[in-house]
T-cell receptor, first 112, second 112 residues
Framework: AQTVTQSQPEMSVQEAETVTLSCTYD???????LFWYKQPPSRQMILVIR??????QNATENRFSVNFQKAAKSFSLKISDSQLGDAAMYFC?????????FGGGTRLMVKP | EAEVAQSPRYKITEKSQAVAFWCDPI?????LYWYRQILGQGPELLVQ????????DSQLPKDRFSAERLKGVDSTLKIQPAELGDSAMYLC??????????FGQGTRLTVV
């Protein structure tokens, strides 16, 4: 069974600083996708960034980047220049064989 | 921009009553997911459709929950009878095969 683990239930960052959210996953597949989703309070779940496992280059989307370590089965999200609007629940997700599994989430707080 | 539509946004029902949720995925998305999300936790898959076929309903409490996607487009999730423990957010998502899922705004169910 696929499992996704987010070991940090809560994280806090000062506005304009950088924060890294951790995610590990367990799989025997060689071809899969990894995602980070953001869910603001009482709002819709939206995709932040995606990574294909066959790509060695780490994905980047503006202030968001990932550190994908395939051998270690690790997929962390780095948020640079944190903004108040980044405060949300962040979920790591894994998709292999069209089966999408989520981690338990990390609540990110941004201090002004 | 195409979106996943869900209705209703909020539902309050008495225990032992029946309740139904509706989801219209993004056009062309063959995969449709229903997730249940307890506040502060990650989404838990209830049922996954590929076109009109169920590909995973292993976590669906089949004694009270049912789901259908008759024409392979929109979908309905039903609970009968509702129990207090069913209070949660019910999320619908859709995707092409083996890619990221796009989420609707969800239905927040309160059972009293």
């Amino acid at each position: 069974a696929q499992t996704v683990t987010q070991s940090q239930p809560e994280m806090s960052v000062q506005e304009a600083e950088t924060v890294t959210l951790s995610c590990t996953y367990d799989t025997s597949e060689s071809d899969y996708y990894l995602f980070w989703y953001k869910q603001p309070p009482s709002r819709q779940m939206i995709l932040v960034i995606r990574q294909e496992a066959y790509k060695q280059q780490n994905a980047t989307e503006n202030r968001f980047s990932v550190n994908f370590q395939k051998a270690a089965k690790s997929f962390s999200l780095k948020i640079s220049d944190s903004q108040l609007g980044d405060a949300a629940m962040y979920f790591c997700a894994y998709n292999a064989g069209n089966m999408l599994t989520f981690g338990g989430g990390t609540r990110l707080m941004v201090k002004p | 921009e195409a979106e996943v539509a869900q209705s209703p946004r909020y539902k309050i029902t008495e225990k032992s009553q029946a309740v139904a949720f509706w989801c219209d995925p993004i056009s062309g998305h063959a995969t449709l997911y229903w997730y249940r999300q307890i506040l502060g936790q990650g989404p838990e898959l209830l049922v996954q459709f590929q076109d009109e076929s169920v590909v995973d309903d292993s976590q669906l409490p089949k004694d009270r929950f049912s789901a259908e996607r008759l024409k392979g487009v929109d979908s309905t999730l039903k609970i009968q009878p509702a129990e207090l423990g069913d209070s949660a957010m019910y999320l619908c998502a859709s995707s092409f095969v083996n890619t990221e899922a796009f989420f609707g705004q969800g239905t927040r169910l309160t059972v009293v």
